[in-house]
């Protein structure tokens, strides 16, 4: 194999650095002269630094810098916690990752409540859930998914490096007394056959006004809590 050309190294690495979002190899090509091969240079640029203070990570077939996991400590008293998520925005959070693409109607049967539209609120501001498109049932209601930013925050490359059900009963996330054939299922980061993308007229509304509740429904659970 052919060693990758160390001034097209340097140049990947003031790409990566400059960019104020991780990039796909296709974005850090057009940056670099014609025809050269992105794979290996970012491959080197990740053996690079692999013992360093940060690393070249992939996040959902994108590239970025980021601190080395192991360093965290040192970083933790700069972190300012902006607000804690309520117990039933994480739930709501966990169906969301775990069962993608799911509805507004398919979170509320799984969490046995009805979900606030404040809930959703809160998740779309953070940007770590975003709507992915309609279903194509009677009303056509929004489906909800991750975003790259949620794979970002928790060091995730892809939704199949979300921890399973063994995980998460290590991590005390879990009751051990779960009803019978309980299981957590794989999500699925492919699009929905039964789901069409979001048209223009969707994407010129306010996001948060696009899944409002009943008015007729009255309060629910998380309203009140």
Excluded at 66 to 82: E, G, I, N, T
Excluded at 174 to 193: A, S, T
């Amino acid at each position: 194999m052919t060693t990758p050309d160390a001034e097209h190294i340097r140049m990947v690495e003031a790409v990566l650095f400059a960019a104020e979002e991780p990039l796909d190899a296709t974005s850090i090509a057009e940056r670099l002269p014609q025809a050269t091969q992105v794979e290996p240079l970012l491959e080197a640029v990740q053996e690079k630094y692999a013992k360093a203070g940060f690393h070249l990570v992939k996040i959902d077939k994108k590239y970025a810098f980021r601190s080395a996991p192991d360093l965290a400590h040192v970083l933790q008293k700069h972190v300012v916690q902006q607000r804690r998520l309520s117990k039933a925005a994480l739930e709501t959070m966990a169906i969301i990752a775990y069962h993608q693409p799911v509805t507004r109607a398919e979170i509320e049967d799984i969490r046995g409540v009805s979900v606030s539209k404040g809930t959703l609120d809160v998740l779309l501001e953070s940007e770590w859930v975003r709507m992915r498109g309609r279903r194509r049932v009677p009303g056509r209601p929004v489906t909800y998914g991750t975003s790259q930013m949620f794979l970002d925050h928790f060091g995730l490359e892809t939704l199949k490096d979300l921890p399973g059900l063994d995980e998460l009963k290590a991590a005390g996330l879990l009751d051990d007394r779960l009803p019978p054939g309980f299981n957590v299922p794989e999500p699925d980061p492919d699009n929905d056959p039964e789901e069409d993308p979001l048209d223009a007229d969707d994407e010129a509304l306010d996001p948060l006004e696009m899944d409002l509740p009943d008015p007729e429904q009255g309060l629910d659970e998380d309203s009140l809590a």
